[in-house]
């Protein structure tokens, strides 16, 4: 039954076209070996890397016990899905995130507008766990 519903979800997900940028909470699930996310990604038509989120990984890395082999976990996934950088066009929808959150009175912390930034600016739907995402106008989420 699980075999089957695993199927009837990954042909939805393509057949819908999603594309996603992972955040790190979603990559840190993946890299300690959460199946039902390694499942998702296999079943996406497009996954991306914003490199907000490679340097959030790397940083956690180094506090770790196991700092070589996170590493490399790391090296091997950025070899794999295309990392997303920041230009001029992230900047400014980053200034327009950062001032709609300070008008409303709901701060998140600064990387996490980095990285939804780069999803909108290039229209990706973002997969994380955090809510505060939830007060980004404009910023397509899915919680994995």
């Known amino acids: 039954m699980k075999r089957l519903l695993r199927k009837v979800a990954s042909k939805?997900?393509?057949?819908?076209?999603?594309?996603?940028a992972l955040d790190?909470?979603?990559?840190?699930?993946?890299?300690?070996?959460?199946?039902?996310?390694?499942?998702?990604?296999?079943?996406?038509?497009?996954?991306?890397?914003?490199?907000i989120v490679i340097?959030?990984?790397?940083?956690?890395?180094g506090f770790s016990s196991q700092v070589a082999k996170n590493t490399q976990d790391i090296k091997k996934i950025t070899e794999r899905y295309p990392l997303l950088s920041i230009d001029e066009d992230t900047t400014i929808i980053y200034g327009s995130i950062k001032t709609?959150?300070?008008?409303?009175?709901?701060?998140?912390?600064?990387?996490?507008?980095?990285?939804?930034?780069?999803?909108?600016?290039?229209?990706?739907?973002?997969?994380?766990?955090?809510?505060?995402?939830?007060?980004?106008e404009g910023l397509s989420l899915i919680a994995w």
């Open 100 to 136: 709609g959150l300070r008008k409303k009175g709901t701060p998140i912390p600064e990387n996490d507008i980095w990285i939804a930034a780069i999803a909108i600016q290039n229209d990706l739907t973002l997969t994380t766990r955090d809510k505060h995402f939830n007060e980004i």
């Open 55 to 61: 340097g959030e990984l790397y940083y956690g890395a």
């Open 24 to 51: 790190t909470n979603i990559v840190s699930a993946w890299l300690k070996g959460e199946t039902t996310i390694a499942d998702k990604i296999d079943a996406a038509e497009s996954v991306f890397l914003p490199i």
């Open 12 to 20: 939805f997900t393509r057949m819908t076209g999603n594309r996603f």
